[in-house]
T-cell receptor
Framework: SQQGEEDPQALSIQEGENATMNCSYK?????LQWYRQNSGRGLVHLIL?????REKHSGRLRVTLDTSKKSSSLLITASRAADTASYFC????????????FGKGTKLSVIP | NAGVMQNPRHLVRRRGQEARLRCSPM?????VYWYRQLPEEGLKFMVY????????ESGMPKERFSAEFPKEGPSILRIQQVVRGDSAAYFC?????????????FGEGSRLTVL
């Protein structure tokens, strides 16, 4: 899992299926964010959910946050081959802090 | 509207040499962060800078590593006397000067290989 931890570490699905990735963390947070990284590239911000929010949607992405369990999930619906990438959750803690703590990520493979 | 620009994208150094990595934040951003990523790992925070100030360097090794963000020009991450264990991808990110979404904007990274 990430520092936050994520599971699974790797996920392989068929195009059109849904992909669910989970993330757990240990401290109290201000917000939790999900990023995508294509192989050999930088990170791209996908979605941010604040500590007082429980669910958020953006296009085919759905993120949930359970602060009592210190966990979050990212659901990608109707996956496409282009969704193949590593997905990282990262959280921000502390007032005014921009520092993000990342986990090791989930490597998603979407098979055409 | 250029994003975060990092150079070089790839850098090869021999043990004992110096590595300098540069980062130009997005236009209008005055906060810069450096992260290191080892193969198959997540990103580890190194240092957070604002113009001419190091705000938080708690993730940076005490020796051989330094960072600056001068009034003019890019932010520089400097690694002196590199060792094989310094081989990694180094990512720079930036954010705007006022509290916003909390999102960080990342560059494409500089991949350092130490021979």
């Amino acid at each position: 899992s990430q520092q936050g931890e994520e599971d699974p570490q790797a996920l392989s699905i068929q195009e059109g299926e849904n992909a669910t990735m989970n993330c757990s963390y240990k401290t109290s947070i201000n917000n939790l964010q999900w990023y995508r990284q294509n192989s050999g590239r930088g990170l791209v911000h996908l979605i941010l959910i604040r500590s007082n929010e429980r669910e958020k949607h953006s296009g085919r992405l759905r993120v949930t946050l359970d602060t009592s369990k210190k966990s979050s999930s990212l659901l990608i619906t109707a996956s496409r081959a282009a969704d193949t990438a590593s997905y990282f959750c990262a959280h921000q803690s502390g007032a005014g802090s921009y520092q993000l703590t990342f986990g090791k990520g989930t490597k998603l493979s979407v098979i055409p | 509207n250029a994003g975060v620009m990092q150079n070089p994208r790839h850098l090869v150094r021999r043990r004992g040499q110096e590595a300098r990595l540069r980062c130009s934040p997005m236009k209008g951003h005055s906060h810069v962060y450096w992260y290191r990523q080892l193969p198959e790992e997540g990103l580890k925070f190194m240092v957070y800078l604002q113009k001419e100030n190091i705000i938080d360097e708690s993730g940076m090794p005490k020796e051989r590593f330094s960072a600056e963000f001068p009034k003019e020009g890019p932010s520089i991450l400097r690694i002196q006397q590199v060792v094989r264990g310094d081989s990694a991808a180094y990512f720079c990110a930036s954010s705007p000067p006022v509290a916003g979404t909390g999102e960080l904007f990342f560059g494409e990274g500089s991949r350092l290989t130490v021979l």
